[in-house]
């Protein structure tokens, strides 16, 4: 009897600790669902309903369900976008050329006699010209007045003819009307009103793993493609070439796993809200879907300016530099591992004569440290601050001269160049 009072005992305490670590355990998850679940990104709990219910798990459905709204989100959105995306056509004269036959003994009579027009040489010449598709790329507009934004090397020529293609299959000629001097973006204008256009979002919200969208005349040919990847990276820095414009330093770029192809420069890369975060323009030859969009946000600035003066003005400080990573300073043994380092290169000098960093005493070794309060880092290159400020704009710049700091004041000049 006293045996079985002790086994009974045993079993008691057991059932007892059991229901107490299930009521802990689903008190736990109620707590974390309720509190964190919509809060955290990437922290789903949504399984937790079927255990509370007595229902069973049911994440496979909700995965379905979570997937089949993601599906359908990306077909509105493009629907909805695809009006104002376009495809940009680059035609020119070319010569046209014909081919004829000559005698390699031209007209002399004793050679004549015995070949006559047996022995002939191929030769070339120029018959006129004639007006040909020579590039093309993608582009998307921006106000219902017509300005359309794509790449500088989509509109490199100064001597083509441009031609956008709308979705509804109607074809305008298009403008030129400035080219970014310092980034590879282009503002065009074509002559109709009442076009959809595309809203500009924020470039800085953009994460690692978010969902984007790329649209554009892939390979020239396929207008309108749709691909749909993740951001892969932000702040990549490239040197990327391109037909009229030679070798160019991307910075600051979102890498993208969406795929891009030749012609689908120019167009946007897109969030799942519609709004664009990037433009398309380079892609890594060889490899498998890597390529990069401009950020928006450093497109807004010129776009405005082109709005505003009709065409593309930035403020000149004057300074050549390299942005100073960890890497850097270990590499050229600097004191601190954020910053503009003014340093020259094959194209001039760290600081150009009679510029306004000249004017405030900056030398070729100075490390700038902050604009304005503003530190440099990855995030805050030289030239993105900068970009914040207009010309006339006076700001103060904090460098490290020799390791010292010292503080100086700079007015902005237009850059001419």
């Known amino acids: 009897m006293e045996k079985l009072t002790r086994q009974k005992f045993v079993i008691l305490v057991g059932l007892v600790a059991f229901a107490a670590a299930a009521a802990g355990t689903a008190l736990t998850f109620q707590y974390l669902e309720n509190n964190f679940g919509d809060s955290v990104p990437g922290l789903d709990l949504g399984f937790l309903r079927g255990f509370k219910s007595g229902t069973g798990t049911t994440t496979e459905g909700e995965i379905n369900e979570r997937v089949l709204r993601q599906d359908e989100l990306v077909v509105q959105t493009v629907a909805r976008v695809a009006p104002a995306v376009v495809a940009i056509v680059a035609a020119k004269d070319v010569p046209v050329f014909e081919q004829y036959f000559v005698s390699p003994f031209g007209d002399d009579p004793f050679f004549k006699q015995f070949f006559g027009d047996r022995f002939q040489i191929p030769q070339e010449r120029q018959k006129g010209t004639e007006k040909r598709q020579v590039s093309s790329g993608t582009g998307f507009i921006i106000s219902p ?63 690692i793993g978010q969902t984007v969208i790329a649209i554009g005349n892939a390979l020239g040919e396929f207008s309108n493609s749709v691909s749909v990847g993740v951001v892969s990276g932000l702040q990549r820095s490239i040197t990327a070439f391109g037909r009229g414009i030679g070798s160019e330093d991307l910075t600051e770029l979102i890498q993208t796993d969406a795929a891009i192809n030749p012609g689908n420069s120019g167009g946007p890369l897109l969030n799942l809200r519609g709004e664009v975060i990037g433009m398309n323009t380079a892609i890594v030859e060889g490899a498998e879907n890597i390529g990069f969009a401009i950020p928006v946000n450093k497109l807004k600035r010129s776009i405005a300016s082109v709005q505003k003066t009709g065409r593309i003005i930035y403020p000149f400080l004057g300074v050549r530099y390299l942005t100073i990573n960890e890497n850097a300073a270990k590499t050229y043994n600097l004191s601190v591992s954020d910053g503009a380092w003014l340093k020259g290169d094959n194209q001039g000098p760290a600081v150009v004569p009679g510029s306004p960093a000249d004017k405030a005493g900056l030398r070729e070794g100075d490390i700038v440290v902050e604009i304005n309060g503003q530190k440099l880092d990855q995030s805050h290159t030289l030239s993105s601050v900068l970009g914040g400020f207009g010309v006339g704009d006076s700001i103060t710049l904090a460098y490290l001269h020799n390791g010292a700091r010292q503080t100086t ?9």
């Open 145 to 207: 007045e017509g300005l359309i934004v794509t790449n500088k090397h989509v509109v490199a020529d100064a001597e083509a003819e441009y031609t956008v293609f709308f979705n509804d299959g109607k074809k305008l000629s298009a403008k030129v009307l400035a080219r970014d001097p310092l980034q590879d973006l282009a503002v065009l204008k074509v002559d109709r009103a009442g076009l959809p256009s595309l809203m500009l979002g924020d470039s800085a919200s953009a994460k």
């Open 409 to 417: 004041s700079v007015t902005l000049v237009e850059r001419t160049q």
